[in-house]
Protein backbone atom coordinates (compact mmCIF):
# COMPACT_ATOMS: atom_id res chain seq x y z
CA UNK A 1 0.00 0.00 0.00
CA UNK A 2 1.38 3.38 -0.71
CA UNK A 3 2.11 6.16 1.97
CA UNK A 4 1.25 9.13 1.27
CA UNK A 5 2.03 12.61 3.36
CA UNK A 6 -0.59 15.64 3.02
CA UNK A 7 0.50 18.59 4.52
CA UNK A 8 -0.74 22.08 5.07
CA UNK A 9 1.88 24.58 5.61
CA UNK A 10 1.71 28.78 5.65
CA UNK A 11 4.87 30.66 5.52
CA UNK A 12 6.72 27.82 7.37
CA UNK A 13 8.41 25.42 5.18
CA UNK A 14 9.82 23.74 8.06
CA UNK A 15 7.24 21.96 9.50
CA UNK A 16 7.46 19.67 6.36
CA UNK A 17 10.87 18.62 7.21
CA UNK A 18 10.45 18.22 10.55
CA UNK A 19 7.13 16.19 9.81
CA UNK A 20 9.65 13.88 7.82
CA UNK A 21 12.48 13.66 10.35
CA UNK A 22 9.97 12.38 13.15
CA UNK A 23 7.98 10.50 10.99
CA UNK A 24 11.77 8.85 10.39
CA UNK A 25 12.69 8.97 13.82
CA UNK A 26 9.74 7.24 15.83
CA UNK A 27 9.47 4.60 13.11
CA UNK A 28 6.48 5.29 11.49
CA UNK A 29 5.02 4.33 8.23
CA UNK A 30 7.44 6.91 5.82
CA UNK A 31 5.90 8.19 2.72
CA UNK A 32 6.48 7.28 -0.58
CA UNK A 33 4.76 10.43 -1.65
CA UNK A 34 4.41 13.91 -0.24
CA UNK A 35 2.40 16.95 -1.27
CA UNK A 36 1.98 20.44 0.75
CA UNK A 37 -1.32 22.42 0.54
CA UNK A 38 -0.69 25.83 0.69
CA UNK A 39 -1.16 29.53 -0.67
CA UNK A 40 0.22 31.48 -3.47
CA UNK A 41 2.63 33.59 -1.36
CA UNK A 42 3.49 30.15 0.49
CA UNK A 43 4.67 28.65 -2.21
CA UNK A 44 7.62 31.05 -2.93
CA UNK A 45 8.77 30.31 0.05
CA UNK A 46 8.58 26.36 0.21
CA UNK A 47 10.08 26.76 -3.63
CA UNK A 48 13.26 28.56 -1.48
CA UNK A 49 14.17 26.65 1.35
CA UNK A 50 12.90 23.30 0.03
CA UNK A 51 14.21 22.84 -3.62
CA UNK A 52 16.80 26.10 -4.04
CA UNK A 53 18.23 26.12 -0.67
CA UNK A 54 18.49 22.04 -0.51
CA UNK A 55 16.62 21.84 2.56
CA UNK A 56 15.09 18.48 1.81
CA UNK A 57 17.19 16.59 -0.10
CA UNK A 58 20.33 18.09 3.19
CA UNK A 59 17.59 16.04 5.45
CA UNK A 60 17.46 13.13 3.60
CA UNK A 61 21.57 13.03 3.53
CA UNK A 62 22.00 13.56 6.68
CA UNK A 63 19.49 11.21 8.39
CA UNK A 64 19.68 8.14 6.02
CA UNK A 65 15.92 9.30 4.65
CA UNK A 66 14.46 6.53 2.59
CA UNK A 67 14.09 8.26 -0.89
CA UNK A 68 10.09 9.76 -1.59
CA UNK A 69 8.64 11.74 -4.32
CA UNK A 70 8.23 15.44 -4.16
CA UNK A 71 8.68 18.10 -7.12
CA UNK A 72 7.35 21.12 -7.76
CA UNK A 73 4.62 19.70 -9.41
CA UNK A 74 3.23 18.30 -5.53
CA UNK A 75 3.01 21.98 -4.34
CA UNK A 76 -0.91 22.14 -4.12
CA UNK A 77 -2.44 25.66 -4.06
CA UNK A 78 -6.13 26.58 -2.44
CA UNK A 79 -7.99 28.12 -5.35
CA UNK A 80 -11.23 30.43 -5.34
CA UNK A 81 -14.38 29.42 -7.19
CA UNK A 82 -13.27 31.04 -10.84
CA UNK A 83 -9.46 29.23 -10.51
CA UNK A 84 -7.57 31.79 -9.11
CA UNK A 85 -5.28 30.90 -6.23
CA UNK A 86 -5.32 32.16 -2.93
CA UNK A 87 -2.47 34.95 -1.87
CA UNK A 88 -2.41 34.52 1.59
CA UNK A 89 -5.36 33.47 3.00
CA UNK A 90 -5.89 36.57 5.36
CA UNK A 91 -9.12 38.09 3.71
CA UNK A 92 -12.54 36.92 5.19
CA UNK A 93 -13.80 36.17 1.58
CA UNK A 94 -10.58 33.92 1.43
CA UNK A 95 -12.24 31.26 4.46
CA UNK A 96 -14.45 29.73 2.14
CA UNK A 97 -12.21 28.76 -0.77
CA UNK A 98 -9.52 27.10 1.66
CA UNK A 99 -12.37 25.00 3.01
CA UNK A 100 -13.46 24.31 -0.24
CA UNK A 101 -9.91 23.47 -1.53
CA UNK A 102 -8.65 21.79 1.46
CA UNK A 103 -12.22 19.56 1.43
CA UNK A 104 -11.57 18.73 -2.36
CA UNK A 105 -8.13 18.08 -1.76
CA UNK A 106 -8.21 15.77 1.00
CA UNK A 107 -11.70 13.58 -1.00
CA UNK A 108 -9.59 12.59 -4.16
CA UNK A 109 -6.65 11.90 -2.10
CA UNK A 110 -9.09 8.78 -0.29
CA UNK A 111 -10.81 8.26 -3.49
CA UNK A 112 -7.67 5.71 -3.66
CA UNK A 113 -8.18 2.37 -2.01
CA UNK A 114 -4.76 1.51 -2.24
CA UNK A 115 -2.91 4.49 -0.35
CA UNK A 116 -2.52 5.07 3.25
CA UNK A 117 -3.17 9.05 4.07
CA UNK A 118 -0.83 10.77 6.37
CA UNK A 119 -2.31 13.98 7.27
CA UNK A 120 -0.24 16.57 8.78
CA UNK A 121 -1.99 19.66 10.57
CA UNK A 122 1.31 21.23 11.89
CA UNK A 123 1.79 24.23 9.35
CA UNK A 124 -0.44 26.79 8.02
CA UNK A 125 -3.36 28.70 10.35
CA UNK A 126 -5.41 27.69 12.85
CA UNK A 127 -8.28 27.47 10.48
CA UNK A 128 -6.40 25.47 7.72
CA UNK A 129 -5.30 22.70 10.26
CA UNK A 130 -9.73 22.91 11.06
CA UNK A 131 -10.64 22.43 7.94
CA UNK A 132 -7.96 19.39 7.40
CA UNK A 133 -9.53 17.95 10.21
CA UNK A 134 -12.65 18.36 9.17
CA UNK A 135 -12.23 16.68 5.82
CA UNK A 136 -10.15 13.53 7.60
CA UNK A 137 -12.79 13.01 9.86
CA UNK A 138 -15.40 13.10 6.56
CA UNK A 139 -13.26 11.24 4.66
CA UNK A 140 -10.38 9.85 6.32
CA UNK A 141 -10.61 5.82 6.45
CA UNK A 142 -9.81 3.12 8.82
CA UNK A 143 -5.76 3.47 7.26
CA UNK A 144 -4.93 6.68 7.41
CA UNK A 145 -4.01 9.45 10.37
CA UNK A 146 -3.82 12.26 11.57
CA UNK A 147 -0.70 14.38 13.43
CA UNK A 148 0.75 17.51 14.43
CA UNK A 149 4.79 17.91 15.18
CA UNK A 150 5.90 19.70 18.64
CA UNK A 151 9.21 21.41 18.76
CA UNK A 152 11.44 22.18 21.73
CA UNK A 153 10.27 25.56 22.56
CA UNK A 154 13.80 27.26 21.98
CA UNK A 155 13.47 26.28 18.28
CA UNK A 156 9.41 27.04 17.97
CA UNK A 157 9.10 30.13 15.37
CA UNK A 158 12.94 30.19 14.18
CA UNK A 159 13.13 30.56 10.59
CA UNK A 160 16.59 28.84 10.23
CA UNK A 161 15.75 25.43 11.94
CA UNK A 162 14.57 23.02 9.94
CA UNK A 163 15.44 19.66 11.74
CA UNK A 164 17.58 18.25 14.25
CA UNK A 165 21.00 17.51 13.28
CA UNK A 166 23.36 14.77 14.47
CA UNK A 167 26.21 17.15 15.04
CA UNK A 168 27.03 20.96 16.93
CA UNK A 169 25.15 23.00 14.08
CA UNK A 170 24.41 26.94 15.91
CA UNK A 171 21.75 29.12 14.56
CA UNK A 172 20.67 32.38 15.44
CA UNK A 173 17.33 33.06 16.94
CA UNK A 174 17.35 36.77 17.80
CA UNK A 175 20.49 37.53 20.04
CA UNK A 176 20.71 33.65 21.55
CA UNK A 177 22.49 31.08 19.75
CA UNK A 178 21.06 27.42 18.97
CA UNK A 179 22.81 24.03 18.65
CA UNK A 180 20.24 22.01 16.20
CA UNK A 181 21.95 18.87 18.29
CA UNK A 182 19.91 19.93 20.89
CA UNK A 183 16.36 20.24 19.56
CA UNK A 184 13.85 17.76 19.92
CA UNK A 185 10.84 17.41 17.57
CA UNK A 186 7.92 14.89 18.10
CA UNK A 187 4.98 13.48 16.16
CA UNK A 188 2.45 13.46 18.06
CA UNK A 189 -0.75 10.94 16.49
CA UNK A 190 -4.09 12.65 16.81
CA UNK A 191 -7.32 10.79 16.98
CA UNK A 192 -10.04 11.21 15.12
CA UNK A 193 -13.93 10.39 14.35
CA UNK A 194 -14.27 8.42 11.57
CA UNK A 195 -17.44 9.54 9.86
CA UNK A 196 -17.03 7.67 6.06
CA UNK A 197 -17.69 4.68 8.37
CA UNK A 198 -21.55 6.14 9.79
CA UNK A 199 -23.19 7.46 6.74
CA UNK A 200 -23.99 5.94 3.60
CA UNK A 201 -21.61 5.47 0.68
CA UNK A 202 -23.70 7.60 -1.72
CA UNK A 203 -23.76 10.02 0.95
CA UNK A 204 -20.20 10.41 0.87
CA UNK A 205 -20.37 10.47 -2.96
CA UNK A 206 -22.54 13.95 -2.74
CA UNK A 207 -20.64 15.55 0.01
CA UNK A 208 -17.06 15.46 -2.83
CA UNK A 209 -19.36 16.70 -5.02
CA UNK A 210 -20.05 20.41 -2.65
CA UNK A 211 -18.69 22.96 -1.06
CA UNK A 212 -17.77 23.13 2.27
CA UNK A 213 -20.52 24.70 3.94
CA UNK A 214 -22.63 22.88 1.91
CA UNK A 215 -21.12 19.55 3.36
CA UNK A 216 -21.38 20.89 6.62
CA UNK A 217 -25.21 22.09 6.13
CA UNK A 218 -25.79 18.23 4.74
CA UNK A 219 -24.06 16.62 7.53
CA UNK A 220 -25.95 18.60 10.14
CA UNK A 221 -29.61 17.25 8.37
CA UNK A 222 -28.33 13.87 7.42
CA UNK A 223 -30.63 11.20 9.83
CA UNK A 224 -32.99 14.04 10.36
CA UNK A 225 -36.52 13.05 11.44
CA UNK A 226 -37.92 15.98 9.57
CA UNK A 227 -37.59 15.09 5.67
CA UNK A 228 -38.08 18.01 3.33
CA UNK A 229 -38.10 17.25 -0.45
CA UNK A 230 -37.53 20.88 -2.28
CA UNK A 231 -38.03 21.23 -6.06
CA UNK A 232 -35.48 23.57 -7.14
CA UNK A 233 -36.43 24.56 -11.10
CA UNK A 234 -33.57 26.48 -12.33
CA UNK A 235 -31.05 23.99 -10.99
CA UNK A 236 -33.36 21.22 -11.95
CA UNK A 237 -32.65 18.93 -9.05
CA UNK A 238 -34.44 17.90 -6.03
CA UNK A 239 -32.68 18.92 -2.47
CA UNK A 240 -33.85 16.19 -0.04
CA UNK A 241 -32.54 17.51 3.27
CA UNK A 242 -30.07 19.37 1.34
CA UNK A 243 -28.82 16.42 -0.35
CA UNK A 244 -28.68 18.05 -4.31
CA UNK A 245 -29.82 15.03 -6.70
CA UNK A 246 -30.04 15.98 -10.06
CA UNK A 247 -33.01 15.02 -12.48
CA UNK A 248 -33.54 15.68 -16.26
CA UNK A 249 -36.84 17.73 -16.50
CA UNK A 250 -39.41 15.57 -17.74
CA UNK A 251 -39.00 13.19 -14.11
CA UNK A 252 -38.42 16.31 -12.45
CA UNK A 253 -41.68 17.62 -13.55
CA UNK A 254 -43.08 13.92 -12.64
CA UNK A 255 -42.11 14.14 -9.45
CA UNK A 256 -43.38 17.22 -8.63
CA UNK A 257 -46.91 16.61 -10.18
CA UNK A 258 -47.64 13.56 -8.52
CA UNK A 259 -46.56 14.93 -4.77
CA UNK A 260 -49.20 18.00 -5.98
CA UNK A 261 -52.01 15.37 -6.46
CA UNK A 262 -54.94 14.12 -3.87
CA UNK A 263 -52.90 11.31 -1.64
CA UNK A 264 -50.23 11.67 -3.93
CA UNK A 265 -51.36 8.77 -5.64
CA UNK A 266 -52.15 7.56 -8.73
CA UNK A 267 -53.70 3.93 -9.93
CA UNK A 268 -51.96 2.85 -13.21
CA UNK A 269 -55.12 1.27 -14.40
CA UNK A 270 -56.88 0.88 -17.43
CA UNK A 271 -58.98 4.26 -16.85
CA UNK A 272 -56.15 6.56 -15.79
CA UNK A 273 -54.26 5.53 -19.06
CA UNK A 274 -56.96 6.50 -20.84
CA UNK A 275 -58.25 9.29 -19.60
CA UNK A 276 -56.32 12.44 -20.94
CA UNK A 277 -56.78 14.77 -17.95
CA UNK A 278 -53.98 13.46 -16.30
CA UNK A 279 -51.21 14.03 -19.25
CA UNK A 280 -52.87 17.44 -20.13
CA UNK A 281 -52.02 18.24 -16.01
CA UNK A 282 -48.59 16.94 -15.94
CA UNK A 283 -47.65 18.90 -18.75
CA UNK A 284 -49.00 22.28 -17.40
CA UNK A 285 -46.70 21.56 -14.50
CA UNK A 286 -43.73 20.01 -16.93
CA UNK A 287 -44.04 23.59 -18.77
CA UNK A 288 -43.65 25.63 -15.99
CA UNK A 289 -39.87 24.00 -15.43
CA UNK A 290 -38.89 23.40 -19.07
CA UNK A 291 -39.97 23.48 -22.49
CA UNK A 292 -38.04 21.05 -24.84
CA UNK A 293 -40.67 20.05 -27.92
CA UNK A 294 -39.87 16.58 -27.75
CA UNK A 295 -41.64 16.33 -24.17
CA UNK A 296 -44.44 17.88 -25.84
CA UNK A 297 -44.30 15.94 -29.42
CA UNK A 298 -44.66 12.70 -27.55
CA UNK A 299 -48.31 13.61 -25.90
CA UNK A 300 -49.16 14.79 -29.88
CA UNK A 301 -48.99 19.00 -28.81
CA UNK A 302 -46.77 21.38 -28.86
CA UNK A 303 -45.77 23.81 -26.12
CA UNK A 304 -48.20 27.03 -27.12
CA UNK A 305 -50.94 24.23 -26.65
CA UNK A 306 -49.40 23.60 -23.64
CA UNK A 307 -48.76 27.22 -22.35
CA UNK A 308 -52.18 29.19 -23.58
CA UNK A 309 -54.73 26.53 -22.92
CA UNK A 310 -56.29 25.26 -19.46
CA UNK A 311 -55.67 21.96 -18.21
CA UNK A 312 -59.86 21.48 -19.20
CA UNK A 313 -58.57 22.61 -22.48
CA UNK A 314 -56.23 20.78 -23.15
CA UNK A 315 -57.60 17.25 -21.89
CA UNK A 316 -60.30 18.16 -25.06
CA UNK A 317 -58.15 18.68 -28.01
CA UNK A 318 -58.43 15.24 -29.95
CA UNK A 319 -54.69 14.48 -30.66
CA UNK A 320 -53.47 14.35 -26.84
CA UNK A 321 -52.09 11.63 -25.85
CA UNK A 322 -52.57 10.07 -22.51
CA UNK A 323 -50.10 8.47 -20.34
CA UNK A 324 -48.72 5.02 -21.02
CA UNK A 325 -47.45 2.55 -18.48
CA UNK A 326 -44.33 2.07 -19.89
CA UNK A 327 -43.83 5.92 -20.05
CA UNK A 328 -44.91 5.87 -16.11
CA UNK A 329 -42.57 2.78 -15.38
CA UNK A 330 -39.60 4.93 -16.76
CA UNK A 331 -40.21 7.68 -14.83
CA UNK A 332 -40.58 6.20 -11.96
CA UNK A 333 -37.23 3.82 -12.51
CA UNK A 334 -35.04 6.55 -13.53
CA UNK A 335 -36.18 9.43 -10.37
CA UNK A 336 -36.18 6.13 -8.17
CA UNK A 337 -32.47 5.42 -9.14
CA UNK A 338 -31.21 8.70 -8.78
CA UNK A 339 -32.74 8.81 -5.41
CA UNK A 340 -30.78 5.57 -4.47
CA UNK A 341 -27.39 6.48 -5.83
CA UNK A 342 -27.15 9.46 -3.82
CA UNK A 343 -29.07 9.07 -0.65
CA UNK A 344 -28.43 6.32 2.53
CA UNK A 345 -30.84 3.83 2.06
CA UNK A 346 -33.03 4.92 4.65
CA UNK A 347 -33.79 8.21 3.63
CA UNK A 348 -34.27 6.69 0.18
CA UNK A 349 -36.35 4.04 1.01
CA UNK A 350 -38.96 7.53 2.55
CA UNK A 351 -38.62 9.81 -0.48
CA UNK A 352 -39.01 7.50 -3.68
CA UNK A 353 -41.96 6.64 -5.56
CA UNK A 354 -43.77 3.38 -4.15
CA UNK A 355 -45.18 0.99 -5.95
CA UNK A 356 -48.12 -0.91 -4.37
CA UNK A 357 -50.40 -3.76 -6.20
CA UNK A 358 -53.71 -2.79 -4.68
CA UNK A 359 -55.55 -5.43 -6.89
CA UNK A 360 -53.61 -8.78 -6.71
CA UNK A 361 -55.81 -10.72 -9.66
CA UNK A 362 -55.29 -7.88 -11.84
CA UNK A 363 -52.32 -6.94 -11.00
CA UNK A 364 -53.37 -3.98 -10.44
CA UNK A 365 -50.86 -1.07 -9.17
CA UNK A 366 -50.56 2.41 -7.74
CA UNK A 367 -47.57 4.46 -7.45
CA UNK A 368 -47.50 7.08 -4.84
CA UNK A 369 -45.36 9.23 -2.47
CA UNK A 370 -45.08 9.33 1.05
CA UNK A 371 -47.40 11.95 2.77
CA UNK A 372 -44.64 11.60 5.96
CA UNK A 373 -42.25 13.53 3.95
CA UNK A 374 -42.56 17.50 2.95
CA UNK A 375 -42.63 18.58 -0.49
CA UNK A 376 -42.07 21.96 -1.34
CA UNK A 377 -40.91 24.01 -4.86
CA UNK A 378 -40.14 27.33 -5.71
CA UNK A 379 -43.06 27.33 -8.49
CA UNK A 380 -45.99 29.04 -9.26
CA UNK A 381 -48.63 26.59 -9.76
CA UNK A 382 -52.23 26.85 -8.62
CA UNK A 383 -54.15 24.35 -6.24
CA UNK A 384 -56.97 25.10 -9.29
CA UNK A 385 -54.29 23.87 -11.75
CA UNK A 386 -54.16 19.85 -10.19
CA UNK A 387 -56.36 17.41 -11.10
CA UNK A 388 -58.75 16.64 -8.33
Not at 20 to 43: C, R, W
Not at 165 to 182: R, V
Amino acid sequence: MKNILLAIMGVSPQVLTETLYAIHMQGGAFPDEVYLITSANAKAKAVEWLFEKGKIEQLKAHHGLPDFKFCLSHILLMEHDDGEAVFDGREEGDQQSIADSITRIVAKFTEDEDCRIHASIAGGRKTMAFYMGYAMSMFGREQDVLSHVFVSKDFEFSDRFFFPTLDDNYIAKGDMPLNTKDAKVTLAEIPFVRMRNMVDKGFINQVKCNSFSKSIEMLNSYKNNKIIVEVVSNKKCLLVNGVEIKLPPKELAFYLWLSQLPERMINIDREFCADSIHSASYLKTYSIIAGDSRVFASFNVDREMVEEGSEADLSKLPDLKPFEKDWLQQARSKINSQLKKWLDARLADIVVIKSQEYDTQLHKVRYFISDSIAVEHDLNISRNEIVE
